[in-house]
């Protein structure tokens, strides 16, 4: 699994380098995810820009990174493709998922 | 418009191979837009790990038939594994949708949300263990 980290805006942007995240990759997502957080890292902004797909198991492992994260962090998601929105839609993680259209945005939001 | 032949498949019970099988079958779908095939792709994805990890607890050797007919108005999708299954009754007894408090991050849902989708995406689904063999049966026309 390929991600790359950039320290911007105060954040942690990490973009990952995946055309899928799904139950292939879903745990071991969710580890080097919390990893960082675990290092420190607090805010921080998921790329998702290359992910074409995503089940309900790479959404779990989003979704645990929320929590592991808790009220004193923040996970901003960037670059959302049809089909991660479609799962997001579906499950209705829509809702809950701080989504934006731009890295830029994600940063400064 | 294009016309397909039926999809025959038989694949081992592996999360990679699942994966691979989804994009084969959603090969057939190039009559639904963009949204509804990432959807329908979810959805067979989802089944399909479903086998992979509950059905046959990632066992090695373990195979999951598949065979998939794209016709005039909508794709059938039949899966069948030997694993353990789920009691029908359980499938039955999924919701069709996803209900939680957005407002309370720790009670988010992180799993349990594969059959809500399956049960979302297509128009109609059976799920039944006959003699050892578990069917998943899914219609999903091509026009809502």
Known sequence: MLMEDLSEGGCLVVSLREKRLDAVIAASFREAMVARIDQGHRNIVLDLSQVNFMDSSGLGSVVYVLKHLGHTGRLHICGVTPGVMAVLKLTRMDRVLKTFDSRQAAIAA | ?144
């Not at chain 2, 399909?48 to 990632?58: A, T």
């Not at chain 2, 988010?108 to 263990?129: A, C, F, N, W």
Request: aromatic residues 6%.
């Open chain 2, 1 to 144: 418009m294009n016309s397909h032949q039926p999809l025959y498949l038989v694949v081992p019970a592996t999360l990679l191979d699942a994966r691979l099988a989804t994009e084969r079958i959603v090969a057939l779908c190039d009559r639904f837009d963009t949204e509804d095939r990432a959807d329908y792709a979810t959805a067979v994805m989802e089944w399909l790990v479903n086998v992979v990890k509950h059905s046959y607890g990632h066992a090695s050797g373990a195979q999951i038939r598949i065979c998939a007919i794209a016709g005039p108005e909508a794709i059938e999708l039949t899966i069948e594994d030997s694993g353990q299954g789920m009691a029908p009754w359980k499938f039955d007894a999924a919701p069709s949708e996803l209900n939680f408090d957005a407002t309370d991050i720790s009670k988010l849902p992180e799993s349990g949300m594969g059959l809500v989708i399956i049960k979302s995406v297509m128009d109609s689904v059976r799920y039944h263990r006959d003699r050892g063999i578990n069917r998943l049966t899914a219609v999903r026309r091509w026009q809502r």
